[in-house]
């Protein structure tokens, strides 16, 4: 979970657009998802990557 890295999710949800990512709340679908992020794999697999290094490079910085 996203939370047990870097605090909240909440930061990363206002930033994502700007680094060419969309990100939904987990909690969205839940209580259990609190602190996660959801994203969609409905996507061919390179989208997917850049997807994950793009948020990868944003909650590492």
Do not use: W
Not at 1 to 28: E, I
Not at 30 to 39: K, N, Q
Request: with cysteine; glycine share 12%.
């Amino acid at each position: 979970m996203l939370q047990s890295h870097c605090g909240s999710p909440d930061p990363f949800l206002h930033q994502s657009p700007q680094h060419g990512v969309a990100v939904a709340p987990g909690d969205t679908f839940g209580r259990s998802g609190v602190g996660a992020l959801r994203i969609s794999l409905a996507a061919a697999e390179s989208t997917i990557v850049e997807g994950l290094r793009r948020i990868a490079a944003v909650i590492t910085a």
